[in-house]
């Protein structure tokens, strides 16, 4: 994975921590989850406080995700807001840490200025064991605690000045004042500075999971929609009336649950003309055609020019294939009509002419669930199903590793709001 961290294609826009006085509220935190502490004086975090300095330390990539539910956090500073989440088993992991930073960043931007905030995303299940157990969770608690215990003795002090005002006699009391008076050193004038987190429950969603090798849940009224390989324990087995189950190897039913969902926009003109979808594809498709054809061939500086004089010459390969052709035929149709047909066109490809409806909610997801249906397709893996890129990354021999790393450069990562709002239509999440 060198050539994916030296091009920040792997934990990239992570945040350098060295100053030593936060390495040590970090190595506290550590601690308070019964890890040994890091002997490093760098380490880089995301959203999260995940580093992969000291996975390798630890040898232990999931040290902040242990079975993989109720995720470990630790928040140095009010800046992890603008990181990515790089290690996740739950898609919605950075959603979730988002919406708790946004609702508490005055309490945040107070505590993190004294202490380390540490602690679990907490939901009613330790440990997964079939999808039942991942349905019941409908809700998460953010679990918050301090090294200095910085919280407690806010919500300790806030008591105490309460009882100050409405109990007539308290301030006789002196033990008790001067207690007052140790917790305020500690917190500071909570009047001011409030200590304790306002909002610590959030929804639990739409999400994809790494779990039983990957599955996705749609949450829509009155029904909840998993979708993963039939091999996972609990497929089709749990609340029927409130549960329907799709296999990942069925395109049909789940690209009619998409569409029937209002979770995709369908082929017309009106974006796909502007957008360049369709080429997008449609080059990808010879991409690959010619790296199955010829592994050592290195693509990274041909252009359109030989690209085309190689399809003229390989039509038969193309032909065989036949995504290349059905994808000119579907631009045909488009510029004729306005719209395709979908209906008409063969359940399997049919992922190739759609995207997710840019205003949906769900549309980063449902966009990650399209690239399991298109997965020579490498830069919508990247951008919006990382796992799967990264193991797909693994099986590609050099050569082709050469060349998807560049094209990723070249392209997307050179201005990824543009890329991804011409071509996806979407902007900016948290």
């Known amino acids: 994975m060198d050539l994916l961290l030296d091009n920040e294609l792997i934990y990239g826009r992570l945040l350098p921590i060295e100053e030593p006085h936060l390495i ?27 580093s992969p300095q000291v996975a390798e330390e630890l040898g232990d990539r999931d040290y902040l995700d242990p079975n993989g539910i109720n995720r470990r956090f630790i928040i140095l500073t009010p800046q992890q807001i603008e990181l990515p989440v790089v290690h996740t088993a739950f898609s919605n992991t950075s959603q979730l840490l988002y919406e708790f930073l946004t ?3 005055r309490v945040i931007n107070a505590l993190t200025i004294k202490d380390v905030i540490y602690g679990e995303i907490e939901d009613s299940v330790a440990k997964v064991e079939d999808i039942e157990d991942l349905l019941s969770v409908n809700q998460v608690e953010f679990r ?41 050193k500690v917190t500071g004038d909570i009047r001011q500075n409030a200590l304790v987190p306002d909002q610590v429950i959030f929804r639990h969603t739409a999400y994809w999971t790494s779990h039983f090798g990957g599955f996705y849940v749609f949450v829509d009224p009155g029904m909840t929609t998993v979708i993963s390989d039939p091999s996972a324990p609990g497929f089709r087995r749990s609340r029927p009336w409130q549960v329907s189950y799709l296999s990942l190897h069925d395109p049909e039913r789940v690209f009619r649950f998409l569409l029937e969902t209002g979770r995709i926009e369908l082929p017309r003109a009106s974006w796909i003309d ?24 290195d693509l990274t500086q041909v252009d359109r020019i030989w690209l085309q004089t190689w399809i003229h010459s390989h039509a038969d390969l193309i032909n065989r294939e036949g995504t290349f052709p059905f994808l000119n035929a579907m631009k045909r149709e488009l510029a004729q009509y306005g719209q395709i047909r979908i209906d008409e066109v063969p359940p399997h490809r049919r992922f190739l002419l759609v995207r997710a409806k840019p205003g949906h909610p769900d549309a980063w997801l449902t966009n990650r669930l399209i690239s399991d249906f298109v997965p020579f397709d490498f830069m919508s893996r990247y951008i919006f199903n990382k796992q799967g890129f990264y193991r797909d990354y693994q099986g590609f021999n050099q050569v082709w590793r050469r060349h998807v ?19 996806y239509g979407l902007k900016d999440r948290g």
């Open 144 to 184: 918050v605690l301090s090294a200095e215990d910085v919280t407690g003795k806010a919500s300790e002090l806030a008591t105490l000045i309460d009882r100050l005002k409405q109990e007539p006699d308290f301030w006789r009391d002196t033990a008790t004042l001067e207690r007052m008076v140790e917790l305020a």
């Open 24 to 50: 040590e509220r970090y190595n506290k935190a550590l601690a308070a989850f019964g890890l040994p502490p890091t002997k490093l004086s760098r380490i880089e975090i995301d959203r999260s406080g995940f």
């Open 103 to 105: 609702a508490n960043s």
């Open 274 to 297: 502007q957008s360049g979808y369709l080429e997008h594809r449609a080059e990808m498709a010879v991409r690959m055609l010619i790296h199955q054809s010829d592994p050592e061939r």
């Open 405 to 423: 790393v560049e094209t990723l450069k070249d392209t997307y990562l050179k201005d990824k709001a543009g890329y991804r709002l011409r071509l």
